[in-house]
Every structure is written in C-alpha cells, then in structure tokens.
C-alpha cells in the first residue's frame, strides 16, 4: 500500500554503465517528479510530469533521460554513469493543493 | 522570483530544550508553506503545512504559523526529544501547486 515507490533502493555500479531507476504512484496524482539529494542534503530538482508531459527539465545532463509510460510510473534512466551522479534520488508527486508525497529514495554509488 | 531560506544548521540541543528553526520566503501572489523532515536512511515526510496568512500548521508537537507580514515560517517545538532527530526542510509551493521550492535543510541532533 505504499503511495509512492522507487526501485531499487540501493544502487552500485561502475563507471560508464547505463543504469535505470523507477518510480510508481498509487495516489491518482496529476504530477511526478525526480529530484537529486546531494551528500550535504541540498534537494535539486530535476525533472517534472503533470500526466505524462514534461513540463519542468532543469539544467541536467541529457545522459539522465525520465520516462513517463503513464501518468502513475515516471522512470529515471542514466546513461555512461559518472562518479558525480553518486547521489540519493528522490521520486516524488503532488497534486495542486496537497504538497509532495516523497518515495524513500535511491541510493546510487558510482564506483 | 520565489525562494526559501531557512536557518543553516547543524543545530544540537539536549532533550527537552526548545526548538526554533527560522523559515522566511519570497514568493509572488498567494503560495502555500510547508515543512517537511527527513529521518536518518529515509524520504522526505510532509510534517506540517498552511495554506494562507496567519494559518497555523502543527503535528507531533511541532508548529509553525504563516506571517505574511514577515514571510515567514518558523518551526517550534517545546520540548524536543531524541527521536526527532532529522534534517528539517523548509518549501514553499506556488499558486499552481506545480513546482516547490525547497529551503537548504536544518540539520537537527537531539541529545539524551
């Protein structure tokens, strides 16, 4: 019965490996997204769907590539992985008037 | 343009002291605040909200109250305890309801 849950939560791999995380929803939200939570906790947006139209890509690059087969799943894929992605990467969705609802998060380790 | 600043931490108190953790904001027309924490290992949890001027949000002893005149948010809790041990974050959300604007994240270490 989680609202929102992202696969896997752990994440190693090497250097220059394709690799891909995935978010699911079960609270009829209108919109996902993906956020990037560094070492020092700061949380950077990345990407925003509202039913599967981008509407926010922030200054991110084009080897992360979100994917929206519907407006419940917005997938995080991550192409020639580098030691920089290392981070914790939060799923989240909302509705208009109700805030986020956060998944647990995705820990990537670039080795 | 909009934009949270909230207090840099890390901040660490003895049981039972009094928490305040300073949240101001800049937005344009009528946004909604929130405060979310983050335990240890875990994902962001909505702890409180309010939606307009002078509403006061609260959960789990934690309470916050919307001051347009200041902008801003403050978080207090009277008495805290080991258990809410967390970073604290500060966000704000615009009229669509679309985007959010995350604080920086307070750091906050209770001890016995």
């Known amino acids: 019965d989680t609202a929102v849950s992202q696969t896997p939560k752990y994440l190693v791999t090497q250097m220059g490996n394709d690799k891909s995380i995935k978010c699911e929803q079960n609270l009829g939200h209108d919109t996902m997204y993906w956020y990037k939570q560094d070492s020092k906790k700061f949380l950077k947006i990345m990407f925003s769907?509202?039913?599967?139209?981008?509407?926010i890509n922030e200054t991110v690059p084009n080897r992360f590539s979100p994917k929206s087969p519907d407006k419940a799943h917005l997938n995080l894929h991550i192409n020639s992985l580098e030691l920089g992605d290392s981070a914790v990467y939060f799923c989240?969705?909302?509705?208009?008037?109700?805030?986020?609802?956060f998944g647990s998060g995705t820990r990537l380790t670039v080795v | 343009g909009n934009s949270v600043t909230q207090m840099e931490g890390p901040v660490t108190l003895s049981e039972e002291a009094f928490l305040t953790i300073n949240c101001t904001y800049t937005?344009?027309?009528?946004?909604?605040l929130f405060w979310y924490v983050q335990y240890p290992g875990e994902g962001l949890q909505l702890l409180l909200k309010a939606t307009k001027a002078d509403d006061k949000g609260s959960n789990k002893g934690f309470e916050a109250t919307y001051r347009k005149e200041t902008t801003s948010f403050h978080l207090e809790k009277g008495s805290v305890q080991v258990s809410d041990s967390a970073v604290y974050f500060c966000?704000?959300?615009?009229?669509?309801?679309?985007?959010?604007?995350f604080g920086t994240g307070t750091s906050l270490t209770v001890i016995p």
């Open positions: 937005a344009t027309g009528y946004p909604s």
């Open positions: 966000a704000l959300s615009d009229q669509t309801g679309n985007q959010f604007y």
């Open positions: 769907y509202n039913n599967k139209e981008l509407i």
């Open positions: 989240a969705s909302s509705q208009p008037t109700g805030g986020y609802t």
